[in-house]
């Protein structure tokens, strides 16, 4: 056991750093420490945390400055006289102390059209291949942590932008019903359009803070603005589209925007 | 133990003044990005405005910075689609059709971006680090929307490539007085080109254009094989822009100096 000195926030958006020296055993991880910090010297210290294995994306903070999961931080990869910081996910309100405001995650992911599968098939008619399976299967691995959305300069360093732009997490939803074998909507002008997708400049944060290591620029994003390419500003494909070499678009989803045509 | 007010709930995101609390040293791959786009930028600059010591007849050697050499002045040799009835005046490269369209396909290719928005734009600079920037429109103003023509340069660029695998092939038979033969400059140009290729075809928009477009890979499954397979290369995307940047150099650096008298050919065989 070893005393480390921690540097907490306290309090909300105008809260300040404080600082406490706290124990550490050999094998813990910052939550632990957090915990402790709890449980011998500061009982209102507001933590969301929930099932400390890295499967809930309950307890993202910034350690050091890095988006992390505070339950996979092992306290040995600092040195023994470092102090760590702990401060609040920065691109989201504080609530309190550790605990952001995290609902502009759920807005966003209302706003995406959900599943539209084809009307004359019922859910006993679907088959996938595995392949395709696969390749849905890496997006499904998201917790929902939000430290992609958090670290995403976009609307981290540029809050004004936050209103028309959804984040690395929501455009990897739209890229994955976009993929999806037996969806029958077009996602690629509201991608563009309404969820931002112009704003990325595919710096690559996101896939870097990702903790269940999903390849969210490689696999979702670029895939999705070259789909938007397709759809907007390929000539080749769209005089393919007129002439029958390409496939016709596919219905624009409903009830969405100004992109509600298919009634 | 601090003691400090945490009673208080609300109030916006929290107001940290530091641009960036991380203590690591983010900032060295920015730097070293930096410094190794303006090494190739200002060395491929002099060697393209240069307009001399291109071209070594004795092996059929040509740099890949003036292929295809289309200016008047190429020699004749050198000239793959013939020669444009006009000389090109001072500082102007003989391979004109070729170089934009690599530029373009560099500038315009996924990786390089985050290259340069992040270490010359500081969009951001690193992860986590507060951009210098008061306002974002990323890329969806009219001039950044070239960027979604890069499938359109891959596209160039491939056949490009097409080029240098022939300048590579053909100067293995032209050994010392003619016939097969193979120098240390041969081998240099077969690297070179296996890293171009490599860098061409693990580009994001071959693997679109191959098979990530599709809906279904199920349904495909041969182009569902070309697109695991693009996708693996895919993977090493930023190794191989920049092992091909580097090939690129020391091709046609090798070239230049042997071109230039400065050294001879090491030969091993014929």
């Not at chain 2, 003036?66 to 020669?83: I, M, N």
């Not at chain 2, 293995?172 to 290729?197: C, D, E, Q, S």
Request: glycine share 6%.
């Amino acid at each position: 056991m070893s005393e480390r000195v921690f540097r907490v926030w306290r309090g909300s958006g105008e809260g300040e750093l404080a600082e406490y020296r706290v124990e550490a055993n050999e094998g813990e991880v910052v939550l632990d420490v957090l915990h402790r910090l709890q449980a011998t010297q500061t009982p209102d210290l507001a933590v969301r945390w929930n099932c400390k294995a890295g499967k809930c994306g309950s307890c993202s903070v910034e350690i050091n400055g890095r988006p992390k999961l505070s339950c996979m931080t092992r306290m040995s990869v600092f040195d023994e006289d470092e102090t760590v910081t702990v401060t609040p996910m920065r691109t989201f309100p504080v609530i309190r102390d550790l605990v952001c405001d995290v609902s502009y995650n759920y807005q966003k992911a209302r706003e995406i059209p959900s599943f539209t599968p084809d009307p004359e098939k019922s859910p006993g008619d679907f088959r996938m291949w595995q392949e395709d399976v696969q390749r849905q299967q890496e997006f499904r691995k998201c917790i929902e942590c939000f430290l992609c959305n958090n670290v995403c300069h976009v609307i981290r360093d540029h809050e004004e932008n936050k209103e028309h732009f959804s984040g690395p997490r929501y455009l990897m939803r739209v890229a994955e019903l976009e993929m999806h074998p037996e969806d029958t909507a077009d996602r690629r002008l509201i991608a563009q359009d309404e969820f931002g997708l112009g704003y990325c400049n595919i710096t690559k944060c996101c896939t870097d803070v990702c903790p269940e290591n999903i390849h969210i620029t490689d696999n979702a994003l670029i895939p999705l603005k070259e789909r938007v390419a397709d759809r907007k500003y390929d000539p080749l494909v769209w005089l393919g589209s007129k002439i029958g070499v390409r496939p016709k678009d596919t219905p624009p989803v409903p009830n969405v925007g100004s992109h509600s045509d298919r009634t | 133990m601090a003691s400090t007010d945490s009673t208080q709930t609300g109030g916006g995101r929290a107001h940290i003044p530091r641009r960036t609390l991380r203590t690591d040293r983010w900032w060295v791959g920015p730097l070293l990005t930096t410094l190794g786009l303006a090494t190739f930028v200002v060395y491929a600059t002099l060697r393209v405005f240069q307009q001399d010591h291109y071209w070594v007849p004795e092996y059929h050697y040509l740099t890949p910075f003036y292929s295809p050499c289309v200016a008047q002045q190429c020699a004749p040799e050198a000239a793959l689609f013939g020669r444009l009835p006009v000389e090109f005046p001072p500082l102007v490269p003989y391979a004109l059709v070729s170089l934009p369209i690599l530029l373009l396909f560099r500038l315009t290719c996924y990786y390089y971006r985050k290259a340069y928005y992040r270490s010359i734009w500081l969009s951001p600079p690193a992860c986590a680090v507060r951009e210098p920037h008061r306002a974002y429109t990323g890329e969806t103003r009219p001039l950044m929307r070239l960027q979604n023509g890069h499938r359109y340069f891959f596209y160039a660029a491939a056949l490009i490539s097409l080029v240098n695998t022939w300048d590579m092939l053909i100067a293995f038979f032209h050994g010392t007085g003619g016939g097969f033969g193979v120098g240390l400059g041969n081998i240099i140009m077969l690297v070179n080109v296996v890293m171009l290729w490599t860098y061409t075809l693990s580009c994001h928009s071959c693997r679109h254009v191959f098979g990530g477009r599709l809906r279904s890979f199920g349904t495909h499954p041969v182009r569902y094989w070309m697109w695991s397979r693009i996708s693996t290369l895919n993977n090493r995307h930023m190794l191989y822009a920049w092992l091909s940047l580097a090939t690129l150099m020391i091709t046609d650096a090798y070239i230049a100096l042997i071109a230039s008298g400065t050294i001879e050919d090491l030969r091993i065989l014929n």
